[in-house]
């Protein structure tokens, strides 16, 4: 089956670490993203990759850093400037970087940091 | 900006009654508009779409008409299911942005027995 695997679930980590967010697809999708999901609230995108070695800010990349070396995988790094990092955090991908090209989720990490 | 507004949940309702979720936009142009639905524990899902005024995308006996009159999207269903229990995300992607979603708040839905 075709989809988009975030590893892992659920994640805990000390305050001050560097952590990372695996995503994997096998969609065969030129693009990317990352977005950040808090209680209540509407999801904010991180970071998008329209192609492999290229990757744009969104609109809250203070504090996250990512890397796209395969077509396949986009990894998150949330690194311990990040000032609020516990979040619900999802991984999605789309056919190409266009307005109606509809976006494909994984099932998310939930990242708790004490 | 472009925003969208959703009407604040949780909307409870019995199995087999009508459902309304309000979803209005601010933005310029003719952007597409989307509805996706979370499930407990997972990520969103696109339920339907519309890319032009008065267009209706249905998908699973959900339907939303894109009204540019009204800058509005709202979601609707003839008969809710336990099933159908979800948070419900309304999107646009503007017409001069080639990327960006931009999604609303969520509505929660509880769908009693």
């Known amino acids: 089956d075709g989809g988009i695997t975030q590893s892992p679930k659920y994640l805990f980590r000390k305050e001050g670490q560097n952590v990372t967010l695996s995503c994997e697809q096998n969609?065969?999708?030129?693009?990317m993203y990352w977005y950040r999901q808090d209680p209540g609230q509407g999801l904010r995108l991180i970071y998008y990759?329209?192609?492999?070695?290229?990757?744009q800010k969104g609109d809250i990349a203070e504090g996250y850093s990512v890397s796209r070396e395969k077509k396949e995988s986009f990894p998150l790094t949330v690194t311990s400037a990040q000032k609020n990092p516990t979040a619900f955090y999802l991984c999605?991908?789309?056919?190409?970087?266009?307005?109606?090209?509809?976006?494909?989720f994984g099932n998310g990490t939930r990242l708790t940091v004490t | 900006g472009d925003s969208v507004t959703q009407m604040e949940g949780p909307v409870t309702l019995s199995e087999e009654a009508f459902l309304t979720i309000n979803c209005t936009y601010t933005?310029?142009?003719?952007?597409?508009l989307f509805w996706y639905v979370q499930y407990p524990g997972e990520g969103l899902q696109l339920l339907l779409k519309?890319?032009?005024?008065?267009d209706k995308g249905s998908n699973k006996g959900f339907e939303a008409t894109y009204r540019k009159e009204t800058t509005s999207f709202h979601l609707e269903k003839g008969s809710v299911q336990v099933s159908d229990s979800a948070v419900y995300f309304c999107?646009?992607?503007?017409?001069?942005?080639?990327?960006?979603?931009?999604f609303g708040s969520g509505t929660r839905l509880l769908v009693r027995p």
């Open positions: 969609l065969n999708h030129d693009a």
């Open positions: 990759s329209q192609i492999v070695n290229d990757f």
């Open positions: 999605a991908s789309s056919i190409s970087l266009g307005r109606n090209s509809p976006l494909h």
């Open positions: 999107a646009l992607s503007a017409q001069d942005s080639s990327y960006k979603l931009i």
């Open positions: 519309a890319t032009k005024a008065d």
């Open positions: 933005a310029t142009g003719y952007p597409s």
